[in-house]
């Protein structure tokens, strides 16, 4: 069974500029989260996305935005980069299914976003 | 939101030797999970454990839900156990996980 698939690996933007960070969750799961970490600030919360819909939010500004797909993949946009927004960039995907919230949740590889 | 507090933030350990890390969280979880961050930053899952007792070869782990803490036990520790170890948990219907700061394993040969 395939894992959580993250791509690009590897991201290198100017200020200023947009960017599109992709995920493909395990084979069956509806539940995609998306997670930030810096070394300042660990590993922060972003958004959840089940069956298309946002679940929930974290405490980031409006440049930071996402999607799901009807066959599950999500992407996250970052627009307006700015170098704190240099980070890896991790994703998770659950069943989205347990009975008070997520199950075991997997991660993927991430992606290493550097804002020059 | 809900506190996760792990601690040490450090630990040094020589091959061979048994450690024991904590996770406290201070409001009620329908999930907790111990991850482990390889060196190329993929966390890699150790135990899904809301409640219980679970092991898996030198690694355990323990949740006392009503205690709101959890505990993972490493026995004769190797080299490729270093690296960071974080503690995740979800509050019921939140549908997101709240992570620890970490704990930084460092295994000498």
């Known amino acids: 069974k395939a894992g959580v698939t993250q791509t690009p690996r590897y991201l290198i933007k100017t200020r200023g500029q947009q960017v599109t960070l992709s995920c493909s969750p395990i084979?069956?799961?509806?539940?995609v989260s998306w997670y930030q970490q810096t070394p300042g600030q660990g590993l922060q919360f972003l958004f959840e996305y089940f069956s298309e819909t946002q679940r929930n939010k974290g405490n980031f500004p409006g440049r930071f935005s996402g999607r799901q797909f009807s066959n599950s993949r999500s992407e996250m946009n970052v627009s307006t980069l700015e170098l704190g927004d240099s980070a890896l960039y991790l994703c998770a995907s659950s069943s989205g299914q347990g009975a008070l919230g997520n199950t075991e949740a997997f991660f993927g590889q991430g992606t290493r976003l550097t804002v020059v | 939101g809900i506190q996760v507090e792990q601690s040490p933030p450090d630990l040094i350990l020589q091959e061979g030797a048994n450690s024991t890390l904590r996770c406290n969280f201070s409001d009620s979880v329908n999930n907790l999970q111990w991850f482990h961050q390889n060196p190329w930053g993929q966390l890699i899952n150790l135990f899904y454990?809301?409640?219980g007792t679970k092991q898996n070869g030198r690694l355990s782990a323990t949740t006392v839900a009503t205690e709101r803490y959890s505990l993972l036990y490493i026995s004769s520790s190797q080299t490729t156990d270093s690296g960071v170890y974080f503690c995740?948990?979800?509050?019921?219907?939140?549908?997101?996980?709240?992570f620890g700061a970490g704990t930084t394993v460092t295994v000498r040969a």
């Open positions: 084979s069956g799961h509806r539940s």
């Open positions: 995740a948990v979800e509050r019921p219907n939140d549908y997101k996980l709240s």
């Open positions: 454990i809301p409640s």
